[in-house]
């Protein structure tokens, strides 16, 4: 009778267990559902609710680090879709000027009407504007690859002196046609953390930008000053200068000036700039007072002393 009576409780005990494990099972999987229900409609409410050590609390953590994921990943890619489309909007922009001018002037020769003097400045114009394109293109590419790191900067410690030297005589042709004279301060040869080839680069964009806004027999002023840690490439015009609310603005893609609009450019030069010297841990920056003067102030590391 004993042996019976134990049975049935032990039987009893089991029935018991097995129903508190299902009961525990159905509302775990309630809880989960809930969860997941919760991440698919990107409820945040679900951070605050996750107080506890247990295994749900645990399990909600994770959910709500993945529901995180999934909403900046989103707005990753639906900032890189607005990214895109901006710059494919403004590089039609861009291009739309020169393009119009060339196929004008083009459908104008093909009419067969105009004067050897006229046919002469229509292909003088259709190539300059060609060239803009071609300026254009290549900037552009330069920009892509710079951005997405397909171009990768060798800064090694190497003298300034010549890397300043090439820069100029990049830019004389085009600082001889408007009589600007290009005055560079005497200082010593020192080593400094540079690519040569793209430092150079960014020192022709800020010497073009300078020749371009100064007037007529104007000057172009150089000084290179050493810091503790960097040593200061300094170009100065004197110049139309820059409005105040655009100095920061500057270095953006695309952007010009508000008092460059009649003047032919693409807002790419100086980006490009501040792109080359990023990726040779420099910067650079800007300052200048409107009719007066703009410096452009390059930053390069110091090489260390042996």
């Not at 409609?41 to 709500?64: M, N, V, W």
């Not at 371009?212 to 000053?225: F, M, N, P, Q, R």
């Not at 990023?278 to 260390?304: A, P, R």
């Amino acid at each position: 009778m004993l042996i019976s009576f134990v049975s049935i409780v032990a039987a009893l005990i089991v029935v018991i267990a097995i129903v508190l494990s299902v009961l525990y099972a159905y509302k775990t999987y309630n809880s989960i559902d809930n969860v997941l229900d919760r991440i698919l409609s990107r409820d945040e409410g679900l951070h605050s609710e996750i107080t506890g050590e247990d295994r749900l609390s645990k399990l909600t953590h994770k959910a709500s680090r993945i529901m995180d994921m999934y909403i900046s990943e989103a707005a990753q890619t639906k900032k890189d879709k607005e990214n895109i489309q901006t710059f494919i909007a403004d590089m039609a922009h861009q291009m739309k000027t020169p393009l119009a001018g060339i196929s004008m002037y083009t459908e104008l020769l093909l009419e067969g009407k105009t004067s050897i003097e006229d046919q002469d400045e229509f292909l003088e114009r259709i190539k300059h504007g060609t060239e803009n394109l071609h300026w254009m293109m290549e900037s552009l590419i330069k920009m892509s690859r710079l951005e997405v790191g397909a171009i990768q900067l060798m800064p090694v410690c190497q003298n300034i002196k010549k890397t300043i030297s090439g820069s100029i005589a990049s830019v004389l042709a085009a600082a001889s046609k408007k009589n600007i004279k290009i005055e560079v301060d005497n200082f010593e040869d020192i080593p400094l953390l540079h690519d040569k080839k793209w430092t150079q680069e960014a020192i022709v964009n800020i010497l073009e930008n300078a020749i371009k806004y100064s007037d007529i027999d104007g000057k172009i002023y150089i000084a290179v000053k050493v810091l503790s840690l960097h040593t200061k490439i300094i170009i100065t015009d004197y110049g139309m200068g820059i409005e105040k609310d655009d100095r920061h603005k500057i270095f953006k893609r695309f952007y010009r000036g508000k008092n460059t609009k009649d003047l032919e450019g693409a807002g790419l030069g100086l980006y490009i700039v501040a792109l080359i010297m990023e990726n040779q841990s420099g910067y650079v920056l800007v300052d200048s007072i409107v009719g007066e003067h703009t410096t452009f102030t390059l930053f390069l590391q110091n090489c260390k002393q042996k």
